[in-house]
């Protein structure tokens, strides 16, 4: 494998009839495989590559170290360009900030991209996988979750919102969960991803070496779809070996249906946060609540109630609008700097409860900077995304 610093490496390994898989590693193990500019250039590019190229039979997309496969996007030059956007003489202008347009819209691009990818792609989702983690592991066509994975959106701690189409696979999700993890950021294992859809297959890391081996010593096709059921039955052989027991999540299930039933989002919120329980998982999702900015409660909760209907590509241009409106607010910013820049953890929200919230918030977020032809994503497809799942 090349060991120069990319922050992706790409290699190909030989297989059977002739064909090869693409292994593709985020390689930013310090900061836990957060998703940069230059990592979505380079997936972008590679894929797009091995997409085309009739040798390679699948892609497998997995990360270095052992802590993380992706911790989410990487903030810190979001939060210097929101901070000069904010001091500059267009500030008042959504469109003012250059660097947060790019990366957005060429993220989404990137996880439209595997969502609707031809080809198989294996996503071995280790360890934590967090916003745009998930954002990159959504789409894949089989997804495998580890005995360490913990995946969460937990974005309403820094001030924006459970975006990456999770406007979309979050209604995909059983009952009420999807609005739950939407407003608590809480953290799922292995056998509540697969629960609610956000993964396919539940292995042991250990066996990772091994399921590679055993791709390579397959008979691949010309056809793509015989290449799907083939990666599915290859790892259901392999999932025989694993037992999970059922996650807090499905535990729970009755009760979060209760909790988020009703249609105010003041309703919802005073359910959760008025909890008392001795669960520490509860417990910690109701204080992920309490603490985290009401503003992205709201944009969150709107979201969740109104894309219900839209395809994959209409939320990924919905939700390019609301991320660069939350750039140019106050609390993405201010959320950052808490958490990471800072780190005192003392985030002052504006506005600072679901109460103090205008009138015309909806608007700040939700009027799109763009009409349909200027767009930066028309170009995507406006069916919705084919469930490679279901045809595998």
Same mark, same amino acid.
């Given at each position: 494998?090349?060991?120069?610093?990319s922050?992706?490496?790409f290699e190909?390994?030989?297989?059977?009839?002739g064909?090869?898989?693409?292994?593709?590693?985020?390689?930013a193990?310090?900061t /836990?495989?957060?998703?940069?500019?230059?990592m979505?250039?380079?997936?972008?590019?590679?894929l797009?590559?091995?997409?085309?190229?009739?040798?390679?039979?699948?892609?497998v997309l997995?990360a270095?170290?052992?802590k993380?496969?992706c911790?989410?996007?990487?903030?810190?030059?979001?939060?210097q360009?929101m901070l000069e956007?904010h001091?500059?003489?267009e500030?008042?202008?959504?469109?003012?900030?250059?660097?947060a347009?790019?990366? &957005?819209?060429e993220?989404?691009?990137?996880?439209?991209l595997?969502?609707?990818?031809?080809?198989?792609?294996?996503?071995?989702g280790?360890?934590? %996988?967090?916003?745009?983690?998930i954002?990159?592991?959504?789409?894949?066509?089989h997804?495998?979750?580890t005995?360490?994975s913990?995946?969460?959106?937990?974005e309403i701690a820094i001030?924006?919102?459970p975006?990456?189409?999770g406007?979309? &696979?979050?209604?995909?999700m059983?009952g009420k969960?999807?609005? &739950?993890?939407?407003?608590?950021g809480?953290?799922?294992?292995?056998?509540?991803?697969c629960f %609610?859809?956000?993964?396919d297959?539940?292995?042991?890391?250990?066996?990772?070496?091994r399921?590679?081996?055993s791709?390579?010593?397959?008979?691949?096709?010309e056809?793509?779809e015989e290449?799907h059921?083939?990666?599915?039955?290859?790892?259901e052989?392999?999932?025989?070996?694993?037992?999970?027991?059922?996650?807090?999540?499905?535990q729970?299930?009755?009760?979060?249906?209760q909790?988020?039933?009703g249609?105010?989002?003041?309703?919802?919120?005073?359910?959760?946060?008025?909890l008392?329980?001795?669960?520490?998982?509860?417990?910690?999702?109701?204080?992920a609540?309490?603490k985290?900015s009401?503003?992205?409660?709201?944009?969150a909760?709107?979201?969740q109630s109104?894309?219900?209907?839209?395809?994959?590509a209409?939320?990924f241009?919905?939700e390019?609008?609301?991320?660069?409106?939350?750039?140019?607010g106050?609390?993405?910013?201010?959320?950052?700097?808490a958490?990471i820049?800072d780190?005192?953890?003392?985030?002052?929200?504006?506005?600072?409860?679901?109460?103090?919230?205008?009138?015309?918030f909806?608007q700040? &977020?939700?009027n799109s900077?763009?009409?349909?032809?200027s767009?930066? /994503?028309?170009?995507l497809?406006?069916?919705?995304a084919?469930?490679?799942?279901?045809?595998a």
């Open positions: 494998m090349n060991t120069t610093a922050p992706v490496l190909t390994l030989a297989a059977g009839n064909k090869k898989l693409g292994l593709a590693t985020l390689n193990e310090k /836990l495989n957060a998703l940069s500019m230059d979505v250039e380079l997936l972008a590019q590679q797009t590559e091995w997409r085309d190229d009739a040798s390679i039979a699948l892609v997995q270095s170290g052992e993380a496969f911790a989410g996007g990487d903030l810190q030059n979001l939060y360009s956007h001091a500059s003489s500030k008042n202008n959504v469109l003012g900030n250059p660097y347009l790019r990366f &957005f819209e993220e989404y691009r990137l996880d439209y595997i969502h609707t990818y031809r080809k198989p792609i294996l996503c071995w280790h360890g934590i %996988v967090m916003g745009g983690g954002g990159l592991m959504a789409g894949a066509s997804r495998v979750v005995e360490k913990r995946l969460a959106m937990p001030g924006l919102y975006d990456v189409g406007s979309w &696979f979050l209604n995909r059983p969960l999807g609005l &739950f993890l939407a407003l608590t809480a953290s799922i294992n292995a056998s509540d991803a %609610v859809k956000l993964a297959y539940q292995l042991h890391h250990a066996e990772k070496p399921l590679i081996s791709l390579r010593a397959q008979d691949w096709s056809n793509d290449n059921k083939l990666l599915s039955t290859t790892l052989a392999a999932q025989q070996h694993s037992a999970f027991e059922a996650g807090p999540l499905r729970h299930f009755d009760l979060i249906n909790l988020c039933a249609a105010r989002l003041e309703d919802i919120v005073a359910q959760i946060t008025g008392q329980s001795e669960d520490a998982w509860l417990q910690k999702a109701v204080a609540l309490t985290g009401p503003g992205s409660a709201f944009i909760h709107a979201l109104g894309c219900k209907h839209l395809s994959l209409e939320v241009r919905l390019l609008g609301v991320s660069l409106a939350c750039a140019a106050s609390d993405f910013a201010e959320g950052i700097r958490l820049i780190k005192d953890m003392q985030p002052r929200w504006n506005p600072a409860q679901l109460l103090d919230i205008p009138e015309d909806e700040q &977020f939700f900077p763009w009409d349909a032809a767009h930066p /994503l028309r170009d497809a406006a069916c919705p084919p469930d490679k799942r279901l045809a």
